[in-house]
């Protein structure tokens, strides 16, 4: 488990080009750290992310690259069916988990349950997708 604390004025808001993130120490997620990995496990060239967060007073805000041989977004009603990172974030103030599942193709949902989305997630030919995505902490944080 990665804690993330550095806080940046205004944030990051998702606008699609990670370049300004490059600057941010990245944590980086791979089968050596996943909790759950579904079907083949991959290797380490496959099914890993470099990722960087960041806060403010009202978003935590999320970038990632994600390396994945094959990238599949909207192809199933299940957001859990197409490629996904899930990332899990907890409020000491209410003591609350809250875990996000972040699509390739921008669908978002907390515990299972879709949300509207503020990602901009773009697969490209190369075996990557890269993802940027503002979640609301301080909502997150009244449930």
């Known amino acids: 488990m990665a804690q993330i604390t550095a806080r940046k004025a205004g944030g990051l808001p998702p606008d699609g080009s990670p370049t300004e993130w490059l600057g941010l ?4 997620l791979d089968r050596t750290v996943a909790s759950t990995i579904r079907g083949v496990e991959p290797t380490l060239q ?4 470099d990722l960087r967060v960041v806060w403010d007073a009202t978003h935590l805000y999320f970038a990632a690259v994600i390396a994945d041989d094959i990238v599949i977004g909207n192809n199933s009603a ?3 069916g197409d490629d996904i990172i899930e990332l899990a974030t907890y409020v000491p103030l209410t003591g609350q988990w809250h875990q996000f599942s972040l ?12 949300f509207p989305h503020t990602e901009r997630s773009t697969p490209d030919d190369c075996g990557r997708w890269t993802l940027e995505v503002g979640e609301i902490w301080v909502e997150a944080s009244s449930d």
């Open 78 to 80: 299940d957001i859990c």
């Open 25 to 28: 120490v990245p944590v980086h």
């Open 103 to 114: 699509c390739v193709d921008g669908r978002q949902a907390d515990r299972d349950t879709l």
């Open 46 to 49: 496959d099914l890993s992310a």
